[in-house]
Nanobody, 122 residues
C-alpha cells in the first residue's frame, strides 16, 4: 500500500506564504512522480504543480507559476509545496498524488492523499 498524508494547511492571510507537506509511507521502494492538485467545493480537482521522481523537473499551472515551488526529499519520502504571495483564489483543498510519470493530468496519478485545506483571507 502507498499512503500519502498532507499537512501544513490552515488559514493564512493574502500575500503570506505557507508550505504544504506530503509524507509517503507504505511502499516506499518505488520511485514516483508527485503532483499537487487543488479543488474548491463543488468544483473539479485541478492541477497545481508536479515534480518528477528525481526532483529535477517540475510543471506548474499558469496561475501559480512564479509563486509556488514544488520540491521533494526522497530520503525522507516527502514532497513539499511552498506557496508564496497567496491569493484568495488559491484557497481550496490541496491533494498530493503519486504516479509513474510526471503529468498535469489527474488520471495519470494512481495514489492520492486525503487533502489539506488552505483558506486565504483578504
Amino acid at each position: 500500500q502507498v499512503h500519502l498524508v498532507e499537512s501544513g494547511g490552515g488559514l493564512v492571510q493574502a500575500g503570506d506564504s505557507v508550505t504544504l507537506t506530503c509524507a509517503r509511507s507504505g511502499r516506499t521502494s518505488r520511485s514516483y512522480a508527485m503532483g499537487w492538485f487543488r479543488e474548491a467545493p463543488g468544483k473539479e480537482r485541478e492541477f497545481a504543480a508536479a515534480v518528477d521522481w528525481t526532483g529535477r523537473r517540475s510543471y506548474y499551472t499558469d496561475s501559480v507559476k512564479g509563486r509556488f515551488t514544488i520540491s521533494r526529499d526522497n530520503a525522507k519520502n516527502t514532497v513539499y509545496l511552498q506557496m508564496n504571495s497567496l491569493k484568495p483564489e488559491d484557497a481550496g483543498v490541496y491533494y498530493c498524488a503519486a504516479g509513474v510519470d510526471i503529468s498535469t493530468i489527474r488520471a495519470q496519478y494512481e495514489h492520492w492523499g486525503q487533502g489539506a485545506q488552505v483558506a486565504v483571507s483578504s
